[in-house]
């Protein structure tokens, strides 16, 4: 079959969050693609409109058996049925794990920069952000994790929690079994329950896979929570769609108890309906997507080299969001993002955002039509030479 990812769709006037923006504005920012879902998925939805009663709703029993089927065909991971629950949302699971599982005042580890929402789900439960910033080789363009930093942090008795992101939002990377593992006996050793967060998980590169946290060993297995979901591969985000995979039968009754009375495990026929069809039947069309994304990250890691290359685009294996490093024209006292913005109406993110260490580092969505891509590519060279000019 063939599938088009070329035809750009009007947005605006849609109360789309993306798209709340001002006419001559082109918003490449948060983690939404402007790609029409996968024809299985609307017609399961256009299935459950003409039945056109929406009551109350059970899990049917597809809903596990596709998610099994994908994560075992997709992912060589072996889920028992058991272990998965029923969530309304990935940020809502964590949200509710860190309330139900940590007490107030204990420390939540994350590791730097990474996705904004994981400071509000510490912070607002009353828990402190304890950060494990990755190290960054400015010469490769590349991160890697602080050992000693994460193992002294690990075993401060406060910390209680490690929220993992698997594959890492926003760098992109994919990290390795021995890597995922090494974590693993590390937080085990010192009692710290892991969340891994891997709702990007069938965003990687053609031909490369990612490793679930749980896979990688009994430890891994029995000290985690992992949290998925098929929002962000089938941009279906507004449908509330997930699951959290729970093995330890003793952690699993804690994470099920506590994500009912927080009402985020209440299904509805739409989000069943969308992941089974998502895990079912939407397996060639997120290939093509993929590849598509693929050329996308190739076409901008050739259009800095060439036109801007005062800036570095840091090699990634996963998701369509890519890192983008000005560092070398940042101005501390100019916000960058801001400042393009304003000046050329291209929407991208702040790297600050994403905490202290993604401070002159934007982050940009490539889940577009290629003449999109373009457009805000011609925007932000434009951006960074006007940034450029200004004074130190």
């Known amino acids: 079959m ?32 402007d790609f029409q879902t996968a024809p299985p998925i609307r017609a399961a939805i256009q299935e459950q409109l003409d039945h056109g009663i929406f009551g109350y709703a059970l899990l049917p029993e597809e809903w596990y058996t596709s998610i ?9 991971l ?33 590791q730097t920069p990474v996705y904004n929402m994981f400071f509000n789900c ?3 439960n009353g828990r402190n952000v304890l950060e494990n910033p990755l190290i960054y080789d400015r010469e490769t363009a590349s991160y890697r994790i602080d050992w000693e930093d994460l193992e ?7 910390t209680s929690m490690m929220i993992l992101c698997n594959p890492h939002n926003p760098i992109g990377k994919i990290w390795d079994r021995d890597t995922l593992a090494r974590i693993g006996e590390l937080c085990a050793r010192h009692h710290v329950i892991v969340i891994s967060d891997e709702i990007h998980c069938d965003l990687t590169e053609p031909g490369r896979g990612y490793i679930p946290f749980a896979s990688v060993s009994e430890t891994c297995r029995d000290n985690s929570i992992t949290c998925i979901a098929p929002t962000k591969a089938f941009n279906i985000a507004g449908l509330h769609s997930a699951a959290v995979i729970v093995p330890d039968k003793f952690l699993r009754h804690k994470v099920w108890r506590a994500l009912n009375t927080d009402e985020v495990a209440e299904p509805n026929s739409f989000a069943s309906a969308v992941s089974i069809a998502a895990f079912t039947e939407g397996g060639e069309w997120l290939d093509v997507l ?10 901008v890691g050739e259009y800095i080299e060439n036109e801007i290359p005062s800036i570095r685009l840091v090699p990634s294996e996963a998701t369509y969001l890519l890192w983008l490093d000005c560092t070398d024209v940042w101005k501390k006292k100019e916000n960058l993002a801001a400042f393009i913005r304003k000046e050329t109406g291209l929407y991208l993110s702040n790297g600050a ?11 940009m969505n490539i889940a577009c039509p290629r003449s999109t891509l373009e457009d805000g590519l011609q925007r932000l060279k434009a951006g960074i030479a006007a940034y450029e000019k200004l004074p130190l």
């Open 78 to 110: 072996s889920i028992e049925r058991d272990w998965l629950i029923f969530c309304t949302g990935v940020i809502p699971a964590i949200s509710t794990s860190v309330r139900k599982l940590t007490s107030p005042g204990e420390n939540v580890l994350i």
């Open 353 to 363: 955002a994403y905490g202290k260490t993604g401070e002159g580092f934007l982050r």
């Open 290 to 299: 993929r590849a598509y994304i693929s050329e996308n990250r190739k076409r």
């Open 68 to 76: 099994i089927r994908w994560w075992d065909t997709r992912h060589a």
């Open 152 to 158: 002294n942090k690990l075993a401060n008795p406060q």
């Open 2 to 33: 063939t599938y088009d990812f070329d035809t750009v769709i009007n947005r605006r006037g849609t109360s789309s969050l993306k798209w709340k923006v001002a006419e001559n504005e082109l918003p490449m920012w948060v983690a939404d693609m």
């Open 122 to 124: 510490i912070v607002n």
